[in-house]
């Protein structure tokens, strides 16, 4: 099966008025997740490495549009203190995939990105996060950006 690249399903930026190494510790403490980002219940660590560490697994609990939850499990897959964040998540068909990317403006303010991309291989289920969920997903995130801005402001 060829490779396809991640859909973007959302791609925001925002300046928190906050050190960047203060705003990475928040994010990459992705427990932290449920607090900002709409849809996320609860997110639990599933294992003892430390927070923003390579391999690091959790449990999600998401709302669904639906009104349903569904649990799935997310590991973190790349960090580089104190720029970079990755999860990538086993949530089918869309496959989460998570780029948390932080640029120190100012000694106390840091530019966050957030780009949240799916990983399905599918051509069914690309057409319908392209046409569906890209919406969606684009909507929470500016809600969640909000957010994650007025808990470290």
Known sequence: MSQRAPIPLADQVIDIARPA???????????????WYPGAVK????????????????????????????VFTIRTTEVQA??????????????????IRLTAKSPQVTELRLKLLSRSRSPLVRLLIALLVRRIVSRQTKVG????????A
């Open 21 to 35: 190494d203060e705003v990475f510790a928040f994010v990459v403490n992705h427990e932290n997740y449920a607090r």
């Open 43 to 70: 997110v639990i660590a599933l294992d003892d490495l430390v927070q923003g560490a390579p391999g690091k697994a959790y449990e999600e609990t998401l709302a669904l549009p639906s009104g349903r939850t569904t």
């Open 82 to 99: 104190p720029d970079l964040f990755v999860t990538e998540g086993e949530l089918s068909p869309v496959f989460p995939r998570m780029e």
């Open 145 to 152: 950006l909000s957010r994650l801005r007025s808990i470290l």
